[in-house]
């Protein structure tokens, strides 16, 4: 449901994104990995049409997203890590206005909304304007404003930054109950964020894809080498991209630098 074949982003000189390829089928909860500015918010972004790439095609659902945009993004839900939000409008005036421009009217648009509000349990907030909202709840409503319609493709970029701990178990909960029928992209630099929701991951570092592998095949060569699973990801990208980064440890959060 998502191909990314030999994808390319360059900004000048800068080369963004180098060759990267992967592919998502339904049912996949895919952790997207690597330290902030190492290319996985770019990557995002090609895939929800928001930026197009210097080389190499995209396809979401079976859709080329360049050729056919129009058709792949009514097949994507994408939160992205600064979520834009209407901060003077109402929580539930913002969903069902999100609703209405996904194309939702009459009474499938009022059982998405019931069915989102419920999902990211916004029936405290609906009346209070967006901006009255603690990080939490902005977070959750990005999140119900990328389901609304029901996509086949979800893109979660950073999506449990700013959630509480009890929150943080709640989404995990949630993305499995999403996860049939769904191809889902979970982008972090936290390890044991992905590592608690994913089978398989995608480490990305300095624009390159380092490694693509199911975490249980990780965890035994972990335990093959007397090692956490923590250390070997960190010594895949040491050797592969040189120099240790720091910002994959379990709950290391370093400033700077744009993913």
């Known amino acids: 449901m998502i191909e990314v074949e ?11 994104v180098d060759d990267v390829s992967f592919r998502l089928g339904a049912g996949e909860v895919v952790g ?20 197009p790439p210097t080389s190499g095609s995209l396809r979401v659902a079976g859709f080329d997203v ?5 058709e792949a993004r009514r097949e994507l839900g994408y939160l992205p890590e ?9 929580v539930f005036d913002f969903l069902r206005f999100m609703g209405k421009a996904r194309g939702l009217f009459g009474p499938r648009l009022a ?21 009255q909202c603690s990080k939490g709840y902005r977070q959750r409503i990005g999140l119900a404003a990328s389901l609304i319609h029901d996509p086949r493709v979800l893109l979660l970029d950073e999506p449990t930054h700013g959630l509480d701990p009890l929150q943080v178990v709640a989404f995990r909960d949630f993305i499995h109950e999403l996860a049939p029928g769904r191809a889902i992209l979970f982008s972090s630099h936290i390890l044991s964020e ?22 249980d ?24 991209s040189g120099g240790r980064e720091a910002a994959l440890r379990g709950g290391a959060r370093p400033g700077g630098g744009a993913a």
């Open 217 to 240: 095949d990780l965890r035994a060569q972990a335990a093959e080498r007397g090692i956490d699973l923590e250390r070997l990801v960190l010594e895949i990208v040491e050797e592969r």
């Open 6 to 16: 030999h994808v390319t982003k360059r900004y000048g000189s800068a080369l963004a």
């Open 32 to 51: 997207f990995l690597g330290p902030n500015g190492a290319g996985k918010s770019t990557v995002l972004k090609m895939i929800s049409t928001w930026l």
């Open 111 to 131: 059982e998405r909304l019931d069915w989102v509000v419920a999902s990211c349990s916004l029936q405290d907030v609906l009346r209070q304007r967006v901006n």
């Open 194 to 215: 992905v590592a608690a929701i994913c089978e398989r991951i995608l480490v990305i570092n300095r624009g390159r894809l380092l490694a693509d592998a199911k975490l």
């Open 82 to 90: 600064h979520n834009a939000l209407y901060d003077t409008m109402r």
């Open 66 to 70: 360049e050729r056919e945009a129009l």
